[in-house]
């Protein structure tokens, strides 16, 4: 079992988090600094830049789980699963966004797709 950090439409209470019903939630924490969430619709974007902070959730996931969330998130297409740090100093798996694709974007307020609005 992996940890992977979500933060838009894979929380709890947003609209894909079926999509984690077989991992388990471990805590809500923000990245370290140097990550953007931009607003892409329906659905956010991580990117690695920049000097902000992302809200967002951890959860351990089954080595079962990792190919249909990878299918989900089009990596390595669109998303990019990378190693990310976090403000407590753990390491875990989240979905980067390809640059190219983050192009002309708003940036989510205060990293926290949550407060979109």
């Known amino acids: 079992m992996q940890q992977l950090f979500v933060y838009g439409t894979l929380m709890r209470g947003e609209c894909n988090a079926e999509r984690l019903k077989s991992a388990r939630y471990l805590c809500s924490l923000r ?52 190693l990310v740090h976090l403000q407590n100093g753990t390491v875990c798996h989240a979905y980067l966004l390809r640059p190219e694709f983050a192009h002309g974007q708003k940036l989510v307020p205060q990293g926290d797709w949550r407060l979109r609005g």
């Open 31 to 82: 990245t370290a600094a140097g990550f953007q969430l931009v607003n892409l619709g329906p659905y956010p974007g991580l990117l690695a830049r920049g000097t902000g902070t992302v809200a967002g959730e951890v959860f351990g996931v089954p080595d079962c789980l990792w190919p249909s969330l990878d299918a989900f998130e089009d990596h390595p297409r669109v998303y990019v699963r990378s």
